[in-house]
């Protein structure tokens, strides 16, 4: 099971933390633990993702302005720390976890195999 919380409504050049629960079949059998975003009439966008050996890797798009974690403490809490938000990166946020390299899902993120309900992130 996967439970996003932390979206909101922002002014560009703002701020945002995400944060996911992760738990049970969905985590322990997965490898690579992330988040992708969906805009009405748009394609789904891999933005960041983290891997189990604590490896990252993020979207263009979002590079040096989002960063990705797992709590050190507590590995089944994932957060996405969002900084300078623009307009463009008003979407639906959904974290998600796959059994493949988070080389694959930044790219293909239909290749993750679960994910949340999804959380609203609007930057005016």
């Known amino acids: 099971q996967l439970v996003e919380s932390g979206g909101g409504s922002v002014q560009a050049g703002g701020s945002l933390r995400l944060a996911c629960a992760a738990s049970?079949?969905?985590?322990?059998?997965?490898?690579?633990l992330g988040w992708f975003r969906q805009a009405p009439g748009k394609k789904r966008e891999g933005v960041a993702a983290?891997?189990?050996?604590?490896?990252?890797?993020y979207a263009d798009s979002v590079k040096g302005r989002f960063t990705v974690s797992r709590d050190g403490s507590d590995k089944y809490t994932l957060y996405l720390q969002m900084n300078g938000l623009k307009p463009e990166d008003t979407a639906m946020y959904y974290c998600a976890t796959s059994v493949s390299a988070c080389g694959v899902v930044i790219t293909a993120p239909n290749e993750y195999n679960y994910r949340g309900q999804g959380t609203q992130v609007t930057v005016s």
């Open positions: 049970g079949y969905t985590y322990y059998s997965s490898y690579c």
């Open positions: 983290v891997d189990l050996d604590d490896y990252t890797i």
